[in-house]
């Protein structure tokens, strides 16, 4: 069944830029057009307002997400009654596969830091596409496999690299290209970041300012990097 460019954009919003971005998503690269709407026909984008809850811990995992605009943070609040980040999501990335694909309960809570802009899938068509076509099977198997790959990276990152490494490979992901120049915005709780990077704010600020001598300059959240390739090097080898 083809579904109508124009109907599919009213009904979800989506657009040929959306469109462009899953499909450098693990969960949806490699998708014909036809296949993709199939299995978007009943998400939707929407909008959240910074501090709106897109879900709590222990509601019914029947969506997941891909971010467009804005930064999330996933918790959980402890026993004491303090919030523990997880993670930050950004532009380009997706996340609460796993916890969909086992029909379980969200096991954290989703906020937005600021205003953001995300694709909410819903697991209705999804699932409906996943039986009828195994190539989407595949692609939500490389999907959850990313994710584990990027949390072993950090624990990597983590034991491994120094503080001015993790924060010179976090703006290199940031970037839009691969080389030369780039432009990126951090959130406004760059706390958070921090958190994300496994250091504490003051660590972060202290490792922005010794990458300013390899090119990098910031004006409130945003980042200016004159060449990707130095921070790619700093990451990989260390400032010597």
Not at 170 to 196: I, M, N, Y
Not at 226 to 239: F, R
Request: glycine share 8%; charged share 25%; net charge negative.
């Amino acid at each position: 069944m083809n579904i109508d460019d124009e109907a599919f954009r009213r009904r979800t919003g989506v657009t040929d830029d959306d469109i462009r971005v899953l499909n450098a998503t693990p969960l949806f690269a490699g998708l014909d057009r036809e296949t993709l709407k199939r299995m978007l026909q009943d998400s939707s984008i929407r909008r959240y307002p910074r501090n709106a809850t897109l879900f709590m811990q222990g509601e019914d995992a029947n969506r997941c997400f891909v971010v467009f605009e804005g930064w999330l943070k996933l918790f959980r609040d402890t026993m004491d009654g303090h919030e523990s980040v997880i993670t930050v999501i950004g532009p380009g990335e997706s996340f609460a596969e796993a916890a969909m694909f086992s029909s379980a309960a969200f096991p954290v809570s989703c906020s937005a830091i600021e205003d953001s802009r995300a694709l909410v899938v819903n697991s209705g068509s999804l699932f409906s596409e996943m039986r009828q076509n195994p190539e989407v099977g595949f692609n939500m198997l490389a999907s959850m496999s990313a994710r584990l790959r990027g949390l072993i990276r950090q624990i990597e990152q983590l034991t491994t690299r120094s503080t001015t490494q993790r924060v010179a490979d976090f703006l290199v992901r940031l970037a839009d290209s691969d080389f030369g120049e780039a432009v990126v915005h951090l959130p406004h709780d760059k706390g958070l970041v921090a958190g994300r990077l496994g250091m504490q704010p003051e660590s972060f600020s202290r490792a922005l300012s010794r990458l300013r001598r390899h090119g990098v300059t910031t004006e409130g959240r945003t980042v200016k990097i004159e060449d990707l390739a130095t921070l790619q090097t700093i990451n990989e080898q260390g400032l010597g």
